[in-house]
């Protein structure tokens, strides 16, 4: 059964550093690209960045260039959003997501990890 388990969001003041964890199960990450959205509340998910399988090539939303990282650990399954100078307008609820395609396409998403800045 594929799965994607989200964690490490937290309340944090502005300024501060997250950093989260998507874990997949039931299938090997090593071969699909890692997206990350949010959606913050009123809003509609956001598409924020995505770490390629092949060249680990990432790309990110103008939103967040130059404060997020996206990385992943393919023996661990994992993928990561390292998330600096957090500002009150990323709060949201953060998902990862891989596509994957087995005679169809499907998305495969988290069930979100909450991260709230505020001071």
């Known amino acids: 059964q594929v799965q994607l388990v989200e964690s490490g969001g937290d309340s944090v003041q502005p300024g501060g550093s997250l950093r989260l964890s998507c874990v997949a199960s039931g299938f090997t990450v090593n071969y699909y690209s890692i997206a990350w959205f949010r959606q913050a509340p009123g809003k509609e998910r956001e598409g924020i960045s995505c770490?390629?399988?092949?060249?680990?090539?990432?790309t990110y939303a103008d939103s967040v260039k130059g404060r997020f990282t996206a990385s992943r650990d393919n023996a661990r399954n994992t993928g990561y959003l390292q998330m600096n100078n957090l500002t009150p307008e990323d709060t949201a609820v953060y998902y990862c997501?891989?596509?994957?395609?087995?005679?169809?396409?499907?998305?495969?998403w988290g069930q979100g990890t909450q991260v709230t800045v505020s001071s």
């Open positions: 770490i390629s399988s092949t060249d680990y090539s990432t």
């Open positions: 997501t891989v596509r994957i395609y087995s005679g169809v396409h499907t998305d495969y």
